[in-house]
């Protein structure tokens, strides 16, 4: 078995500003980096082998930060764990969104959410099988979280994906599995200036 603990980067600018990010490299702003180090220190608490980031910097460097407090080593960049892209929507707030790409408008560019869960979940299988047994952290984003959740545990889970938090799963026999959203290590409380991930971005509470 891998055990695996996805958690979404700290807060940025266009987090709090309500701004579409996907693709686009927004660094973590001073609330994001407290975020990642309460993450660390909750992290402490269990022996991880790896940390594996998504290359954006809001997530790696939540990664780097999470790696000082639990004693590990430079994060592993990751492709695969790139943030869904939001094409032409990308930077927009809601306001721009429902001026620019009314509800049932195609965005251009636009990555299909089916498309984001085929890469994710091919990387998670990927890194299991190059790493079986090991406890691993990934640090990515809200919509590459949502991919997994929605694919392993369907409609289980609309709670909040909130900046900072934990969730847990486990690879056995070829097969991903949630062990707990908001992993019990992760107390929403002590993020109360947190934004779910669906308010800080309009366009994915729609149907594509």
């Known amino acids: 078995m891998t055990a695996f603990a996805l958690v979404r980067h700290g807060e940025t600018d266009w987090n709090r500003a309500r701004r579409i990010q996907g693709s686009t490299d927004i660094p973590l702003n001073d609330t994001g980096r407290e975020q990642a180090a309460a993450a660390g220190e909750l992290l402490r608490g269990r ?6 980031a998504s290359p954006l910097s809001r997530a790696a460097e ?9 004693g ?14 939001y094409g032409e929507a990308e930077g927009c707030t809601g306001a721009e969104l429902d001026a620019r790409f009314p509800d049932g408008a195609e965005v251009p560019g636009r ?7 085929e890469r994710v ?3 998670l299988h990927r890194v299991a099988a190059e790493h079986p ?9 809200g919509g590459v979280i949502r991919s997994v959740l929605e694919s392993v545990a369907p409609g289980r889970h609309r709670e909040p994906i909130t900046n900072g938090s934990v969730h847990s799963f486990q690879h056995a026999d070829g097969d991903l599995a949630l062990v707990a959203f908001d992993d019990p290590l992760d107390e929403a409380s ?3 200036f947190a934004e779910d991930f669906e308010q800080q971005n309009p ?6």
């Open 203 to 208: 366009l994915a509470g729609r149907e594509r």
């Open 47 to 52: 022996a991880w082998s790896r940390i594996i």
């Open 133 to 141: 047994g090991e406890a691993i952290i990934v640090v990515c984003h």
């Open 190 to 192: 002590i993020f109360p």
């Open 62 to 70: 939540t990664a780097a930060i999470i790696a000082e407090r639990v």
């Open 72 to 85: 590990m080593p430079v994060p592993e960049l990751d492709a695969v764990f790139v943030e869904r892209n």
């Open 121 to 123: 979940i091919a990387g």
């Open 111 to 117: 990555e299909p959410r089916e498309a984001v869960a």
